[in-house]
């Protein structure tokens, strides 16, 4: 059956599905048929088809082979460990987005448009870090910058910040999850080796953990956001810093639950009161 003796309304009803299920967006321009029968194995010639006596094999190569290093899956902890001593290497917030614009290690990073690394002013005196790029960010490069960014720019502008002057703003990966979906496990641990780095080069005064996925990553918590917001902790990274952080609700739920919003704001003027007090200090 091809597609053009499909009722239109089926078809309708098939891409709500896929929508519904978190299918949004087409990623590449020929729709590929997995069911379709496997070309068969190319034929490997066998040893009764040379017509010509084979030669000797040698006892010993008279050059070793080259080291050849297997590809390493992407779901492997080589490549967290990759992603480490990468990052380690980096003295700069410019090198280590380059780093991050170079690295192939992250299946995410095959599926998206762009490499979202950071918008705001790098050494702000505050850092925020959010979950993952969503369609609009992927499309333009820049975290935050859809509906719910719109949302966190007007909370920290009832502040007296924007992320023109006085925020930094990142994510915990560097590249949209496909349909939005949680990234996996690995995919986390291998772009958090970037951002724990990206932490330390920017040396912000105050964390902004915004969301639960952020928060636990960040943090190596298993505590969820409902207990982990509001309430002040310590980020220890690996250089030594520590960082005051402030875990809140991800402005995606306050769209979703306005009721939550007085939470977020208790945790706005938090963020406002700490400032003045490591202004004084
Ligand atoms: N949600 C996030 O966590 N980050 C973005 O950049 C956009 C939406």
Redesign the pocket.
Known sequence: MNAASIPHADLAALLKWYVDHGLDEAIGEEAVDRFAALPPPAAVPSPAAHSQPMAPTPIRASTPPPAVRAPVPLESPQLVEDARELARRCATIAELEEAVRAFEGCALKRTAKNT?FADGVPGAPVMVV?????AD?DRLGK????V??QLMDRMFDAIGMSRERDLYIT?ILFWRPPGNRTPTLAEQAICLAFTRRHIELARPKLLVL??GT?AKAVLDTTEGIMRLRGKWTTLKLDDGTEVPTMPTF?P?YLLRTPASKRQSWLDLLAIEQKLRELAVQ
Do not use: C
């Not at 959010?130 to 969503?134: D, H, L, M, T, Y």
């Not at 975290?143 to 859809?146: D, M, W």
């Open positions: 979202v959010g979950e993952a790029p969503g960010e975290p935050f910058v859809g719910s960014g994510n915004a969301g952020a991800h995606a």
